[in-house]
T-cell receptor, first 114, second 111 residues
Framework: DQQVKQNSPSLSVQEGRISILNCDYTNSMFDYFLWYKKYPAEGPTFLISISSIKDKNEDGRFTVFLNKSAKHLSLHIVPSQPGDSAVYFCAASAEETSGSRLTFGEGTQLTVNP | KAGVTQTPRYLIKTRGQQVTLSCSPISGHRSVSWYQQTPGQGLQFLFEYFSETQRNKGNFPGRFSGRQFSNSRSEMNVSTLELGDSALYLC??????????FGSGTRLTVV
């Protein structure tokens, strides 16, 4: 049972445009959500997170939106840059299991074309 | 400061063998988590150790085990290797269980 799903395995955008990566979850106990970025041969790097008490969190070019009723979150990157090309993972955790147990989606390969 | 260090980076083993992977967390970090990444499966949680105690465990068979030493370094062991155990194994550390930093992983190939 995949509790966190990223339905788009890949996304291609032009440099300077907006990238929107989507993530859906099924477990209503999840209360903390994170996005990680991963380059080949490296471990995931933390990008941005959001608590379930918020519906938006912004950090520079990155904004995460959370729609709890739809159990959906999205990551917006504006403007997209070629260096953003990587695999992006959505992850979630529930307080009852502590933040140590992250449930990840399958990842979305983002390609930003110059 | 030094990041999370995993050794070895690459490993090839034969079915039926066992393997031990090592993880050195960021200095001062007491929590270490392990994840398995396979194509199409994302990252799946294996277990977490905090102050030498297993605090959390994922849904993996008993062939997967781990431990943590007093200096917070951690090892994971996989016994009786199967072809399906071929994966990237990632270790992550944090001060107390939030805000994890990942290592670059160990790529295990079982032939």
């Amino acid at each position: 049972d995949q509790q966190v799903k990223q339905n788009s395995p890949s996304l291609s955008v032009q440099e300077g445009r907006i990238s929107i990566l989507n993530c859906d979850y099924t477990n209503s106990m999840f209360d903390y959500f994170l996005w990680y970025k991963k380059y080949p041969a490296e471990g995931p790097t933390f990008l941005i997170s959001i608590s379930s008490i918020k519906d938006k969190n912004e950090d520079g070019r990155f904004t995460v939106f959370l729609n709890k009723s739809a159990k959906h979150l999205s990551l917006h990157i504006v403007p997209s840059q070629p260096g953003d090309s990587a695999v992006y993972f959505c992850a979630a955790s529930a307080e009852e299991t502590s933040g140590s147990r992250l449930t990840f989606g399958e990842g979305t390969q983002l390609t930003v074309n110059p | 400061k030094a990041g999370v260090t995993q050794t070895p980076r690459y490993l090839i083993k034969t079915r039926g063998q066992q393997v031990t992977l090592s993880c050195s967390p960021i200095s001062g970090h007491r929590s270490v988590s392990w994840y398995q990444q396979t194509p199409g499966q994302g990252l799946q949680f294996l277990f977490e150790y905090f102050s030498e105690t297993q605090r959390n465990k994922g849904n993996f068979p008993g062939r997967f085990s781990g431990r943590q030493f007093s200096n917070s370094r951690s090892e994971m062991n996989v016994s009786t290797l199967e072809l399906g155990d071929s994966a990237l194994y990632l270790c992550a550390s944090s001060l107390a269980g939030w805000g994890y930093t990942f290592g670059s992983g160990t790529r295990l190939t079982v032939v």
